[in-house]
RNA sequence: GCGGACGUGGUGGAACAGGUAGACACAGCAGACUUAAAAUCUGCUUCGCUUACGCGAGUGCGGGUUCAAGUCCCGCCGUCCGCACCA
């Protein structure tokens, strides 16, 4: 028997369907659209087994979706800038523009090779000025509408990528990328405003209701509202206040101390005078961030000397500490401390002999007896020791005191947000310029739109620290737009974040002078299926989510939320090895005869360790390049879509790429090697069938329903095992008369048209050797029979005391009358019995009988 | 510490809405074909007992609700993930 040649079949494919144009598409208000997008890749230069999973499953959507009708746009394009070409062109001498480019040529002769549905017309990178130029047209348009500012602040600093990282690119006190401990800075640096979208974003997750409960709850808890009040307490003998956060101001009573950040003014006002609180402040700054660090270090404080006037108790003085544990990153950067209602306080006032009072009382105690011991009481109960508050529970205490503040002016209700505001300016070369000139006499000038975009220089020098913007000899000398004098550009490129937050309505319009037009737009997005990684969970899909109101607000666009489904993928994950000395390739370890490992050159030992995500370090990565030459893009479609469902990890093993290599190249075999004379295309339907074709209908019917409801229901591996039931059930069928050649054939051809979404060229050749005309992905989908689906006679189960004692085949909706009596009747049923009457008999229709003995 | 997800054969995983647990695969075993191997085909494959018919146990552990629990409720244990000095 001859072997299914899917090399030449895939080129084959590529070539009819780029000469076609069957994927390229265009706005048709006549027909409802669907927009795919699956993450766009960094052109690194190799796809990876991840991309291959990214791919496949977004293009099983994109191909099922354009079979049920769907105007279906599904375009692909390059996230382009970014550190690693900057590494390249410092290690290699080459230019990162050279570099990028040539790695996407290289990549996009990978994606081409998996056969996806892509319309390649529309494909992007953000490194084209003719992309990038847009988003500095936003930029001034933000700044324009006071959404991007900018400002002096302290903000983290990666010192082994030489530059400054947002917030949600630190991950537990380190760079996001490099792994470094990451430093605090002083710096200007550009801001969009995205805590102005704090409640926006978050009330607006309800209505996510195609997004993973995961991922809603991640950006929830990364907005971090919460209810509180601002509370002012005097400073004796100073006249500026010092303003606390709060979400506690029903404990008010129990005060002790006040707390301010190392980083509050207040406190750099006192260390002007105070060398050992400068000392202090120092030592406060060079303090990890990192979870380790945070677990053992001590609470430490330092006591200014400064005196709070207690904002309600007369006459009450609290010390004021600069302490390590206060972030001037959230709230106000002070706080006041109730030791006997949080843990922190507690701990601190222990420390330094604080007084420890009680204002909560929990339910059922003793107010003489209730004593704080090491352990903070933060449960419900009742205020006491608290004057106006005595008796009321925590909420109504709340109030209150609210109200109190509010009326004596000493404070007021407040929101804060753990949510900063986006720091986008970057360090780098290779990234978006940000377009504004620093001019002496004007200060910060916007380039005017008629100047954009402003490009990048070519000739730079990588071999200098620091900035090559920075240090390119004539690039930043400009002169100023306004008044004409000397003046600098800005150096700082955005973030590579700031490319990645609109590519997607780029994509409606990718040729357009705009950033794209407005009925482009109205009709694709919002995007209705994004499909990537979880890693984005509070990076990219914040920032896109904040990008489009900034948009809308802009007047670019009218939607609010980009993505109205995402769905994220698992990770691929492979076996590891390991010896003495590190990490061992696969194909460098085998099996030794009592079932362990050893080395293939030596046969030393070997230990197998836990499956793990690919990653070069544990060198268990497998090339998709290496699996696509071997086995054909198919075969590693359908395994990557068959063995697990698509948000949980895969496990990549050879044997079930194997599993899914031979099982196409049977598919192959069965229809173009059959001794089964098909009837030809589209030839009549004989007016009867044999039972065995009447039963194979049947099946073939409740395959595509059931097909249809896995795959809407992201079960993909359910689909595909639906699939093999039904090839299962063809490679069966007895007898070869008419009426089966028929339902064979047409049970073929539903199978073919079924898997195409998930293995298209195979699909396509075998389609075309049954004698079709055009594109087997043109066809509609497959409706079934819902007749056909409900079988006329069921098997159900008969069980006795809840355990199963045999079957009985019955006609659908028999009389429950028969169903009971045929049960009882079955021998096992009365042996159980014994002659004695049943209890009670539960009879669920079509299902099963139960008999209480 | 806070929040969340998950736990089913040797393995990946099925099981719609509480109703025959283990679909579909992988691996394994036996057989056919073959000089042989690969490929292909047929059968077996949750565990224990049994020649067999069967019987017993079984979805992390312990309880509960129900005629009936992988599924619902309560309490544990374990694994993974996110956030974390957040006032």
Known sequence: MARYNFRETEKKWHGRWEQAGTFAVKEDPSRPKYYVLEMFPYPSGRIHMGHVRNYALGDLVARYKKARGFNVLHPMGWDAFGLPAENAAFERRVHPADWTHENITAMREQLRAMGLSYDWNRELATCAPEYYRHEQKMFLDFLRNGLAYRKESWVNWDPVENTVLANEQVIDGRGWRSGATVEKRLLSQWFLKITEYGDDLLEALESLERWPDRVRLMQHNWIGRSEGAHVLFDIVGRSDRLEVFTTRHDTLFGASFCAIAANHPLAASVAANDPKLADFIAECNRMSTSEAAIETAEKKGYDTGLKARHPIIDGLELPVYVANFVLMEYGTGAIFGCPAHDQRDLDFARAYGLPVLPVVLPPNTDAETFEIGDEAYVGPGTAYNSDFLDGLAIDQAKSAMAERLESAGRGKRAITYRLRDWGVSRQRYWGCPIPVVHCPDCGIVPVPDAQLPVELPKDVDFDTPGNPLDNHPTWKHTACPTCGVAATRETDTFDTFFESSWYFARFCDPKSDEAFSRASVDYWMPVDQYIGGIEHAVLHLLYSRFFTRALRKCGYLGIDEPFAGLMTQGMVCHETYRDAKGWLFPDQVRKASDGGFVAVDDG????????????????????????????????????????????????????????????????????TESEIAFPPAGAPRPGTFSPAAADLERAIHKTIKAVQDSIEKWRFNSAVAQIRELSNALGALKGDGAGEAWMLRHGYEVLLRLIEPMTPHIAEEIWESLGHQGFLCEVPWPTFDP?????????????????????????????????????????????????????????????IVNVVA
Do not use: C, H
Request: hydrophobic fraction near 40%; charged fraction near 30%; aromatic fraction near 4%.
């Open 604 to 671: 030393r030992p070997v230990t197998a360790g836990r499956i793990e995500k690919m990653s070069k370090s544990k060198r268990n990565v497998v090339d998709p390049e290496a699996i696509i030459q071997t086995y054909g893009a198919d075969t590693a479609r359908l395994f990557m879509l068959s063995d697990s469902p698509p948000e949980r990890d895969l496990e990549w093993t050879e044997a079930g790429v194997e599993g899914a290599w031979r099982y196409l190249n049977r598919l192959w075999q069965r229809i």
């Open 787 to 847: 007749s056909l689906v409900i079988d006329d006679v069921i098997t159900i189960g008969v069980q006795v005391n809840g355990k199963l004692r045999g079957t009985i085949d019955m006609a659908r909706d028999s009389a429950e009358e028969d169903v009971r009596s045929q049960a009882l009747d079955l021998e096992n049923v009365r042996k159980i019995l014994d002659g004695n009457p049943p209890r009670r008999v539960v009879v669920v229709p079509n299902r």
